[in-house]
């Protein structure tokens, strides 16, 4: 045989290996989402029996007909497909598909379990506003001080930080992170716009950064760039740093704010993210948010929204969505899902914005025009 077909050969090995290798990292990571979705569905169903037992006046009933599920699981699996290819073509690297804290949900997950008379407790009794006694109400807004969700201390404790990633998980069965990482590809593509600018000045802002589980996928996603977080909470900026400094790359910048009212200079950032945040503000207090993001962009910079779906984007989901703020205290989302990002988005002075929707999570795309 030739050199020129023992080459050919050995790239041709070379290529299947690559291939049988993709395979296996693909099946693992449908094998992962199918048991992150079990567990999170027995779970709930587990909790919700139990609740029903213990305290049968608080028994609401949530319509799942047959085609609401197999919208739903249709839906998922569309995000995992989306999810996968993205990792695949190095949006974000395959290894964070696989990223998650398992020795600690491991530990934290009896703590859901103690919590859940209180919360049940609080939720039947439309108790919205148990707040820890400690906390000056004078430093953050009145909106602020609710039991978002009927969690124990709002976000206002290491408590609620402490079990705040692992609630989210069950609670979307295993595809909060999926949903998350939307913003990585419009994030990614927006800052482009500073491609010929070396990556120490390029600055990305995560608004709401809460416990930094987004933060820490953009930090894989763009390893080189200054990353900067911003909270309202004192606890959850605490379990943020916790967690961010127990993982590769360099520190986040991360600071405790109102992001109505942002600590930082005019067109400070190239790129801002913003996740699950906007259906938690009143109408007033949305706006304030879009508008002071459009202050610190950077002209040409990008600003990637992720938040709930909505009604006009996503009515076959209409019954989830009523449900949501009726079971869970969601003082806001009827609101929210009745709302105009994009004419907020517009309002603030954006352009060029884009909308996908990806299972329960709708992604909105940004720029600040140049001057």
């Known amino acids: 045989m030739s050199q020129k077909c023992y080459k050919s050969a050995g790239i041709e090995a070379i290529h299947l290996i690559l291939m049988a290798s993709s395979n296996v990292a693909k099946i693992a990571y449908k094998t992962l989402q199918q048991g992150k979705n079990l567990a999170g569905l027995a779970h709930k169903g587990v909790t919700t029996k139990i609740m029903e037992v213990m305290l049968p006046d608080s028994k609401s009933d949530f319509p799942l007909n047959p085609k609401l599920l197999s919208d739903l699981r249709d ?20 290894s964070q598909l696989f990223e998650a804290p398992w020795v600690e949900w491991a530990k934290k997950y009896p ?42 201390d709002g976000y206002l404790s290491e408590h609620s930080a402490k079990i705040y990633d692992l609630q989210v998980e069950i609670l979307f069965n295993g595809t909060a992170d999926l949903m998350r990482r939307r913003i990585l590809s419009p994030l990614k593509k927006g800052l482009k716009e500073f491609d ?8 990305v802002l995560d608004v709401a950064t809460g416990t930094g589980r987004t933060i820490q996928q953009i ?15 004192g606890s959850y900026l605490k379990q943020a740093s916790k967690y961010l400094s127990s993982r590769k790359g ?3 910048q991360l600071t405790k704010g109102n992001a109505e009212e942002m600590p930082f200079s005019d067109k400070t950032f190239q790129g801002i993210s913003c996740v699950f945040l906007l259906h938690e503000l009143p109408r ?21 929204l992720a938040d709930s779906i909505q009604l006009s984007d996503s009515l076959k989901f209409k019954d989830v969505m009523d449900n949501f703020y009726k079971i869970f205290h969601e003082p806001y989302y009827k609101d929210y899902i009745n709302d105009d990002i994009e004419k907020r988005l517009t309002e603030a002075g954006f352009v060029n914005i884009t909308a996908n929707s990806h299972f329960m999570t709708r992604v909105w795309s940004a720029t600040k025009p140049k001057i």
């Open 219 to 233: 930090r894989g996603a763009l390893p080189d760039i200054n990353l900067y977080g911003i909270d309202l909470s």
């Open 284 to 304: 007033k207090a949305r706006q304030n948010v879009i508008n002071e993001c459009f202050r610190v962009l950077e002209p040409g910079g990008v600003f990637v």
């Open 196 to 203: 010929d600018r070396n990556t120490s000045r390029i600055n």
């Open 250 to 252: 360099d520190l986040v």
């Open 75 to 94: 839906s998922i699996d569309l995000l995992e497909q989306i999810d996968w290819n993205e990792a695949e073509n190095g949006i974000y690297p395959v």
């Open 111 to 152: 703590l859901i379990w103690l919590d859940m008379p209180s919360t049940w407790e609080r939720r039947r009794k439309s108790k919205t506003r148990e707040i820890p006694k400690k906390i000056d109400q004078d430093l953050y807004p009145d909106y602020y001080l609710q039991n978002f969700h009927h969690q124990t």
